[in-house]
């Protein structure tokens, strides 16, 4: 339990996602905790993968290629870049690391697999006469890489990480998180707040007016970024890793069958909760529109960033407006670098206005670098991280795994 203090406790939230981009490092100023949650960003830097990163990445994330001493590697590997981004991140903002008090690591996932069911069944086999047990081949899990204890002996800062598979003990799907984080810092008491990650999957968090953390809905509406950024580096041969401005999408003309048939696509209409990633929208997803050859480059990304809106769009008339009254949409992540489809978000979602969480104090790029930092404070609170209403758990629970640091805090302010 952290010791009563009015300073606020200096956090570093790290973060790589679904695009393979890089390492997201926030550093944040957190005081207190849940409803009385405050946070300020005091810096905030993505440090780009090199490209032979983000192709170990890649290949370790693929069923076909990501064998066990690949996965191994990776891990020890990544460990090793997002503790030089967490001592980056504190020298950019003129921080020694003995003053930074925490480290919240999300890691890189490489696979995740929500509510994964199979045929068969396990039997536990006990000593000669003991009776045996038979075990349901039914579960969620989840696989983030990032070595926390590299990260925690490199800087000597406690950090935790892994936070998701906790949620799935817990019945949940171990996503989205982050709506715990819109949660304690964008509700409000008298509008309703739609708020929108676009990162390689889409995610919204809706919060009523004055809601609760029980009125919360969050889930992953479908692709983001994803399918963008793969269309462009199958178009490219890996030359380029997404569309800039959506340039090449706006020059294009969209396929309506096309965008009528992806948006039959049966995990639109699951009911939340939901989530889920590139084994649902990655690489093969982009393999498999490319294979049918019948539309140019431009056409074919202009229906891909139709289709992502319209995804968007079509779940929270489906999920959400039967729950209460969106008065406006605040986006983050790096699919509002895209204009053509922000435009086209701007367009679904008209009259509701769509505003940046730039507007909020919270950088778009930043958003859930932030997140994390918060999530690891709560959890050295000893507070849950998670929303039941947003991930399908049972219950609330503490995430992630704590990895004691070596350095103490100036001022002996810490856990």
């Not at 706006?250 to 096309?258: D, F, I």
């Not at 992806?262 to 294979?291: C, D, I, M, N, Q």
């Not at 505003?355 to 000893?382: C, N, Q, Y």
């Amino acid at each position: 339990m952290p010791r009563r203090s009015s300073q606020p406790h200096l956090v570093i939230g790290l973060m790589s996602g679904t695009s393979f981009d890089g390492v997201a490092a926030a550093l944040v100023a957190v005081q207190g905790a849940g409803l009385a949650t405050r946070a300020e960003l005091r810096a905030f830097e993505t440090f780009p993968f090199p490209p032979a990163v983000r192709r170990v990445i890649a290949e370790v994330s693929s069923p076909a290629s990501g064998t066990v001493d690949k996965v191994c590697r990776a891990n020890v590997l990544l460990g090793e870049l997002f503790a030089e981004a967490a001592i980056a991140i504190a020298r950019k903002a003129g921080v020694p690391l003995s003053r930074i008090a925490l480290i919240g690591s999300h890691g890189q996932t490489i696979h995740h697999l929500p509510r994964e069911k199979t045929s068969g069944v396990f039997s536990l086999k006990g000593p000669a006469g003991a009776s045996q047990k038979r075990l349901p081949m039914s579960f969620s899990s989840t696989l983030q890489i990032g070595e926390p204890c590299v990260i925690a002996e490199r800087t000597g800062v406690t950090t935790v990480a892994d936070f998701r598979p906790r949620d799935m003990a817990v019945g949940g799907q171990g996503a989205p998180l982050v709506p715990y984080v819109d949660y304690l810092l964008l509700r409000h008491r008298r509008r309703g707040r739609l708020v929108l990650n676009l990162g390689g999957i889409a995610n919204v968090t809706h919060l009523p007016p004055a809601c609760r953390a029980a009125d919360v809905l969050a889930f992953d509406t479908g692709p983001g970024n994803m399918l963008l950024d793969a269309l462009v580096s199958l178009f490219t041969r890996g030359r380029r890793t997404y569309d800039r401005d959506g340039a090449m999408a706006a020059r294009g003309v969209v396929s309506e069958p096309l965008l009528r048939r992806l948006l039959r696509h049966p995990y639109l209409r699951r009911r939340p909760p939901k989530s889920t990633g590139r084994e649902e929208f990655g690489v093969p997803f982009a393999e498999r529109l490319l294979r049918e050859g019948a539309l140019s480059r431009e056409d074919l990304l202009a229906t891909a960033a139709a289709f992502t809106a319209a995804s968007i769009a079509d779940a929270c008339r489906r999920f959400v407006a039967p729950r209460g009254r969106v008065d406006e949409l605040v986006a983050s992540g790096g699919g509002c670098h895209n204009r053509t489809l922000m435009r086209l978000l701007a367009e679904a979602f008209a009259p509701v206005p769509v505003r940046l969480s730039d507007e909020f104090g919270i950088p778009v790029d930043a958003k859930e670098a932030l997140a994390f930092a918060i999530l690891a404070h709560e959890t050295m609170a000893g507070r849950p991280g998670n929303l039941p209403s947003a991930t399908g758990a049972r219950k609330a629970a503490v995430l992630g795994k704590i990895v004691p640091g070596r350095r103490r805090r100036e001022g002996g302010v810490g856990w």
